[in-house]
């Protein structure tokens, strides 16, 4: 009763709420360029990073307690319990896994693994060049996939080398993301989380290597100069600008006011890849719907490189069970005289809630602050397809009580969306800290891959994959590593995980993506695995174009063989709108048919076709023969040549001049009518420049 009477009240509210179409502010800010870093140059330091992990105690007034609280809720509300059901329909094939590396760095010929932060922070991007960019909590690695080697001299570079910074400060939570369309990659992290010091670190790579230089600029963590820094940043790239979001927090107070909203950066991007001294952007805030704010705006990715308008979602994701996903859509660039943000709220069909902490060996699950930290609900990852808008979160699984995926479609995001969506869990494992990525070989496809995080009681954590096809069905689990050992780095039984999953596909390679998440080692501690996922659909639309023999006339007949895709196929000729067969007839000799396939998905491809000569087997050809009423003779020519043709009765005598024309070099065709001739048997004679090029018997029937 309880929880349709929640039912009730938010279905209740979301339509009382979507009456307020939102608010915000907005100005122009010109940043400037801080430094120029070049990674050869980069000595060794000891690169010191203090921070405080140690979870707050129920009870406390930060924004980590009251999550503590609302996990103690969706305990009581969801218990965990053993089921063999999954909501998730599970039928498509299972990915492949490619090529595969852990992070590690050698010393002395020997390998050691880089053990990641408390909480990881993984975060990644690969070059079409194929070079792999890795971040972890406070510093990076670059690899190599064509030589299966580190980058960077000594294998990482800190975060505060990056930024040029000193021992005092504090530099964390890094974003990573290669653009495709100027082959280049940006990295965004943040320095410090006091309001005198905060700010947002943007490095824009001069080339695609990241071992050469970057420019550095930074934004004020404390934008509105109001007490406040900048925390949990996410990025995205459209053609002119890079996009970043962050959550402003107000220190020392409690979690109902320690929240004073998210804000949007949107940032001349080709400027900050040349190294100009100042950028243009665009600085969003106080975006808010029905008077409260919006917390945690993911901006959108495009499925295959940079997005061609930036949408934003988010949720309310401190709630035990909502249904309300927020599209946010930015409309100009950076250097347009105006932009525009618009706000909207829409229901999903399936509800998201708290999730759980994932369970390890050692976790105490009366205790709701033990095992592997979940967060909340916040949407961690978007890709954009085509008009429709795929992205995934943690959530509650109602049917195990057990940390589980959400995973939601935005269909027609560009003028009526609706929201559907899924929940993927497992009856033993919890799942944490989703990415999504597009894994299509087409771009009517709108398979993807969702990779994360596991855990369970009996299954150390460990980075897994499933793939979603193009028909909504999802693979079983695919493991990529397993983990070796519990996590164990903080006192009792509370440990980080996540907080985020690096994701993207290699767009040079479609149907391939790479991940990088977050694993155990047999030493308890942490460390990051990334690895190519192959999608299972490796069929791509494609069609043979068949000839009949007879190649001129205009009696050519013409068909298609079609694989890949999805059958049955339609076709559709745009020179025979009646005909729906993969043939076509009647096409004469050069000219050009086009027709368009389309599979069972809906997705198609057209081509052009054309009437062509099946090369000649002898000097000439000659049909139909016998013939009725109407007669070709083909040839070829090795130069332009005056052409005499005759035909005989089979006595030698003439019957009739057919042509005396110059012809061009090449295959050249004599057709003639025949109704002239009586029945009976012929000889056709034809010279070319005097010399005799054809001499055959030709015989006409009743």
Same mark, same amino acid.
């Given at each position: ?229 900048? #925390?949990?940043?996410?990025? @995205? $790239?459209?053609?002119? !600008?890079?996009?970043?979001? &962050? *959550?402003? =927090? ?25 190294? #100009?001294?100042?950028?243009? @952007? $665009?600085?969003?805030? !106080?975006?808010?719907?029905? &008077? *409260?704010? =919006? ?31 927020? $599209? ?375």
């Amino acid at each position: 009763m309880k929880i349709l009477l929640l039912l009730t009240f938010l279905t209740l509210f979301n339509t009382i709420f979507s009456q307020d179409k939102g608010s915000f502010k907005s100005k122009k800010i010109a940043i400037t360029k801080e430094n120029v870093v070049n990674p050869k140059s980069i000595p060794e330091t000891y690169d010191p990073n203090l921070i405080n992990h140690e979870a707050p105690l129920p009870g406390g007034e930060s924004i980590k307690s009251y999550i503590l609280e609302q996990k103690s809720k969706i305990k009581k509300l969801y218990p965990s319990k053993k089921t063999t059901k999954d909501k998730a329909k599970k039928i498509a094939s299972s990915p492949l896994v490619g090529q595969s590396f852990p992070l590690e760095r050698e010393i002395n010929g020997n390998p050691y693994p880089i053990y990641g932060g408390i909480p990881n922070d993984n975060t990644m991007a690969v070059s079409d060049s194929g070079l792999v960019l890795l971040g972890v909590n406070s510093v990076i690695y670059a690899y190599d996939l064509n030589t299966e080697s580190v980058v960077f001299t000594n294998a990482t570079l800190s975060l505060q080398s990056m930024a040029a910074g000193s021992s005092s400060e504090n530099y964390y939570d890094p974003k990573i993301i290669y653009d495709k369309e100027a082959d280049r990659f940006i990295l965004v992290f943040l320095k410090d989380n006091a309001p005198a010091t905060s700010k947002i670190i943007i490095c824009f790579s001069t080339t695609n290597n990241p071992n050469d230089a970057w420019n550095v600029y930074s934004l004020p963590g404390n934008p509105l100069n109001n007490n406040r820094w900048t #925390d949990f940043p996410a990025i @995205s $790239v459209t053609d002119a !600008d890079l996009f970043i979001t &962050g *959550n402003l =927090i107000v220190p020392n107070v409690s979690w109902q006011i320690g929240f004073d909203g998210s804000v949007i950066w949107q940032i001349e991007k080709q400027k900050g890849y040349n190294g #100009d001294a100042t950028l243009n @952007s $665009v600085f969003y805030d !106080d975006i808010k719907y029905g &008077g *409260n704010f =919006i917390r945690n705006l993911h901006p959108v990715q495009g499925a295959d490189g940079a997005v061609d308008e930036l949408f934003l979602l988010s949720n309310r994701n401190f709630d035990l069970a909502n249904d309300s996903v927020f $599209v946010l859509h930015v409309e100009g660039a950076s250097t347009d005289a105006t932009t525009s943000l618009s706000i909207d709220v829409f229901q999903s069909d399936v509800m998201y809630g708290m999730p759980p902490n994932g369970r390890q060996f050692d976790t105490d699950t009366s205790d709701v602050t033990s095992g592997l930290q979940t967060n909340d609900a916040r949407v961690l990852g978007a890709i954009k397809i085509g008009d429709n808008v795929q992205f995934v979160s943690n959530t509650v699984n109602p049917l195990t009580g057990y940390s589980a995926i959400y995973h939601g479609t935005v269909a027609s995001i560009n003028s009526q969306p609706s929201i559907t969506a899924n929940i993927i869990g497992d009856v033993t494992k919890d799942y944490g800290y989703p990415n999504i990525a597009w894994t299509g070989n087409e771009p009517c496809d709108i398979e993807t891959m969702i990779s994360f995080n596991y855990t369970s009681f009996t299954d150390f954590p460990g980075i897994s994959c499933i793939y979603h096809d193009n028909y909504g069905d999802y693979s079983d689990e695919k493991v990529i590593v397993s983990g070796e050992n519990y996590i164990d780095r903080l006192s009792g039984t509370y440990e980080r995980w996540g907080d985020y999953f690096g994701l993207q596909r290699y767009y040079k390679k479609p149907g391939s993506v790479f991940s990088f998440g977050y694993y155990a080692l047999s030493n308890r501690r942490n460390s990051g695995y990334c690895a190519e996922l192959i999608s299972p659909d490796s069929s791509t639309l494609t069609a043979v174009i068949n000839r009949t023999n007879q190649a001129s006339m205009c009696k050519q007949d013409i068909s298609l063989t079609v694989s890949g895709g999805f059958p049955p196929y339609s076709f559709n000729w745009k020179n025979d709108v009646t005909n729906s067969s993969n043939t076509t007839t009647n096409v004469c000799l050069g000219d050009s048919v086009e027709v368009e396939i389309t599979d069972s998905r809906g997705c198609f491809m057209t081509t052009l076709v054309y009437g062509e000569t099946i090369a000649l087997e002898g000097e000439s050809k000659i049909y139909p023969n016998p013939f009725v009423n109407r007669f070709a003779v083909q040839f070829n020519l090795d130069t332009d040549s005056e052409i005499i043709a005759k035909i005989y009765d089979v006595s030698g005598k003439i019957v009739t001049d057919l042509i005396k024309r110059t012809a061009k070099e090449g295959l050249n065709e004599l057709v003639f009518s025949t109704l002239p001739l009586n029945a009976g048997n012929y000889v056709l004679k034809i010279e070319a420049n005097g010399k005799e090029i054809v001499n055959q018997k030709i015989v006409k029937n009743e």
